[in-house]
Nanobody, 124 residues
Framework: QVQLVESGGGLVQAGGSLRLSCAAS????????MGWFRQAPGKEREFVGR????????YYADSVKGRFMISRDNNNDTVYLRMNSLKPEDTAVYYC?????????????????WGQGTQVTVSS
């Protein structure tokens, strides 16, 4: 069955870094753009960034541009989210998701498979 399993979340101080991983299985990984989203308590889920099927292009929300980087390893069906210069407002549950197309979008309704999420907490 389809699975997306995130890992790598945790507690980090402001200014620190984390790398999240998302291991995919049960579908053809290279047929899907992959996205990262996050949801903070009391807030709606928001787009963080996406990477196209080949890994040759990635796009980010303005709030994380220049600090976060998404990459993917198509040999191992894994997508990564490298987060640098973390801020307390980055605190959220982070989700990876597979899009219904090769490129991904910033809209969560364009994603058909979702992971269970991993908590990231940034202390000030």
């Amino acid at each position: 069955q389809v699975q997306l399993v995130e890992s790598g979340g945790g507690l980090v101080q402001a200014g620190g870094s984390l790398r999240l991983s998302c291991a995919a299985s049960g579908f053809t990984f290279t047929s899907h753009g992959m996205g990262w989203f996050r949801q903070a308590p009391g807030k709606e889920r928001e787009f963080v960034g996406r990477v196209i099927w080949s890994g040759s292009g990635s796009y980010y929300a303005d709030s994380v541009k220049g600090r976060f980087m998404i990459s993917r390893d198509n040999n191992n069906d894994t997508v990564y989210l490298r987060m640098n210069s973390l801020k307390p407002e980055d605190t959220a549950v982070y989700y990876c998701a597979a899009a219904n197309n090769f490129y991904g979008t910033s809209r969560d309704h364009d994603y058909i498979y979702w992971g269970q999420g991993t908590q990231v907490t940034v202390s000030s």
